[in-house]
Nanobody, 126 residues
Framework: QVQLVESGGGLVQVGGSLRLSCAAS????????VGWFRQGPGKERESVAA????????YYADSVKGRFTISRDNGNYTVYLQMNSLKPEDTAVYSC???????????????????WGQGTQVTVSS
């Protein structure tokens, strides 16, 4: 069982930055694939970014490419999502998720996660 706890959300103005953290329990977390997802008001949940255990392969949604960066610190069992140049449409609840298998394809990185955090609210004001 893996427990995930997100932090770092909040209220930020357009063009601002936030860094989200996803802290995990369990030593085996360092071998897991981890993704960030978001669900905005009245919208379906979408995959935002993902990273495999070695950080060799990453995925970004087109809407965040060049603005968001996913990274991981396996020694601290934490995955980060650095969000820059935030826009009002980035407003959403952001959740991290993990799966135990190694992903090398975008298809794998975008879907099929087993464990989920509770989410953290990000609000971008114009």
């Amino acid at each position: 069982q893996v427990q995930l706890v997100e932090s770092g959300g909040g209220l930020v103005q357009v063009g601002g930055s936030l860094r989200l953290s996803c802290a995990a329990s369990g030593r085996t977390f360092r071998t897991y694939t981890v993704g960030w997802f978001r669900q905005g008001p009245g919208k379906e949940r979408e995959s935002v970014a993902a990273i495999n255990w070695g950080g060799v392969t990453t995925y970004y949604a087109d809407s965040v490419k060049g603005r968001f960066t996913i990274s991981r610190d396996n020694g601290n069992y934490t995955v980060y999502l650095q969000m820059n140049s935030l826009k009002p449409e980035d407003t959403a609840v952001y959740s991290c998720a993990a799966r135990s298998d190694y992903c090398s394809s975008i298809y794998c990185l975008k879907d099929g996660y087993t464990w989920w955090g509770q989410g953290t609210q990000v609000t971008v004001s114009s």
